[in-house]
């Protein structure tokens, strides 16, 4: 029985091409061209003037609030049901992450609950589209010029995704992608920023690299950090997003022969397809294990585990964070829908290189198991 990998990228365009390109050359650090020739790839593909890349996608979301300005006494609403990252370079920055819980269906932030957290104190707002299916982003963006709020996109799962037809990526005031080998495009580690503002782009660009000035380099006004972005990391970006429409296009088949292969198992819930604004590119596939079922996501990934099928648990929501918890966030605060999904939720084998045979047998697999534990039951 073969392994399943949760995640395999693919690396077999120009990747190989382009970075033998940046060790002939010698340019390896963040000088090289590779580099500017993707920032202004990703910006023009998401319609953005500016685009800065960084090492992560994590430390994206840090500079993108950084630049904002955002610190002491303010607050920042995100979802609760998200990574880390999120919440993580909110409260680094000395601000107040304030969670709002999770739509059953979409699985993204339930924009029906964002205008009653809205305080004097809140200075922006995190928009993260979850797995595949983009915010509903009009509310949002209503309620964000009703109140003078920025917004944060975080589209590191949305590469390609558009939402009413434009992409995501392009919204609010800042933007943020990852390139960690299970986004869509990959370039090992990495992200970026992006905005159209000039001026937030120029701060972005100096706190990215240590904040050196160009007239005096070795004298700081500002804090910055050295999350510069590598030649050769960006050689595999050019060459991954070449493929980009393509790689949108099989995750979506990837995610249709899923649902067509499990939509008849009654106890589990399935990825929506589509919204009105936007269709799923299963960034990742997951499922939900209904309520009726009596063992939780752990026992069923354990049981995957023993055929050889990678899985990973949903996330945990962030008011659920032992680290925050410690911290004396979230005290108090109850979001049902997201505590259900983090215990109940998992996603299957996901990755671009997996193939048709191996759905299949992933999908049959899980079937079993779930009927087998059913009939321990009876
Ligand atoms: C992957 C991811 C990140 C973090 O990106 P890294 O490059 O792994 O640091 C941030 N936000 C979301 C929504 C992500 O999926």
């Known amino acids: 029985m073969q392994p399943i990998p949760v995640n395999e990228p693919l690396l077999d365009g120009n990747e190989k091409?382009?970075?033998?390109?940046?060790?002939?050359?010698?340019?390896?650090?963040?000088?090289?061209?590779?580099?500017?020739?993707?920032?202004?790839?990703?910006?023009?593909?998401?319609?953005?003037?500016?685009?800065?890349?960084?090492?992560?996608?994590?430390?994206?979301?840090?500079?993108?609030?950084?630049?904002?300005?955002?610190?002491?006494?303010?607050?920042?609403?995100?979802?609760?049901?998200?990574?880390?990252?999120?919440?993580?370079?909110?409260?680094?920055?000395?601000?107040?992450?304030?969670v709002i819980d999770c739509d059953r269906l979409t699985w993204n932030i339930n924009v029906n609950q964002i205008q009653a957290k809205i305080t004097a104190k809140t200075k922006a707002i995190m928009v993260v589209h979850i797995y595949g299916l983009p915010v509903d982003l009009n509310p949002i963006l209503e309620i964000a010029d009703k109140y003078g709020l920025k917004i944060i996109e975080d589209a590191a799962e949305m590469h390609g995704q558009t939402y009413y037809n434009k992409p995501c990526g392009s919204f609010g005031d800042i933007s943020t992608f990852s390139f960690y080998p299970n986004k869509h495009i990959t370039t090992g580690e990495g992200g970026m920023v992006l905005t159209n503002d000039e001026k937030l782009a120029e701060k972005c660009r100096s706190l990215r690299n240590l904040c050196f000035q160009p007239q005096q380099r070795f004298i700081h006004e500002d804090l910055g950090w050295n999350f510069r972005f590598s030649n050769l990391q960006a050689a595999v970006g050019v060459a991954q997003l070449e493929r980009l429409d393509e790689f949108v296009a099989k995750k979506r088949s990837m995610g249709k022969l899923y649902t067509e292969l499990l939509a008849d198992i009654a106890q589990i819930q399935l990825p929506l397809a589509k919204t009105d604004y936007a269709e799923n590119i299963y960034w990742v596939y997951g499922v939900v294990l209904s309520e009726e079922l009596p063992f939780d996501a752990k026992e069923v990934m354990e049981r995957l585990k023993e055929y050889k099928i990678g899985t990973r648990p949903f996330f945990w929501c962030m008011h659920e964070q032992p680290v925050f918890q410690k911290m004396g966030l979230f005290a108090g605060v109850s979001c049902p829908v997201g505590e259900n999904l983090a215990r109940r939720g998992f996603y299957l084998p996901s990755g671009l290189a997996l193939t048709e045979e191996q759905i299949q047998r992933v999908a049959q697999t899980l079937r079993e198991i779930i009927e087998q534990e059913e009939q321990k039951l009876c």
């Not at 050359?25 to 960084?54: H, L």
């Not at 300005?69 to 920055?93: M, Y």
């Open 17 to 98: 091409k382009y970075l033998s390109q940046c060790i002939d050359t010698g340019w390896i650090s963040s000088e090289g061209d590779f580099v500017k020739q993707f920032e202004t790839q990703m910006a023009n593909r998401v319609r953005r003037k500016y685009g800065i890349s960084v090492c992560n996608g994590s430390v994206a979301l840090e500079v993108a609030i950084t630049a904002l300005g955002i610190g002491q006494g303010d607050e920042v609403i995100l979802p609760t049901f998200t990574i880390i990252s999120c919440a993580a370079a909110i409260v680094r920055a000395g601000a107040t992450p304030v």
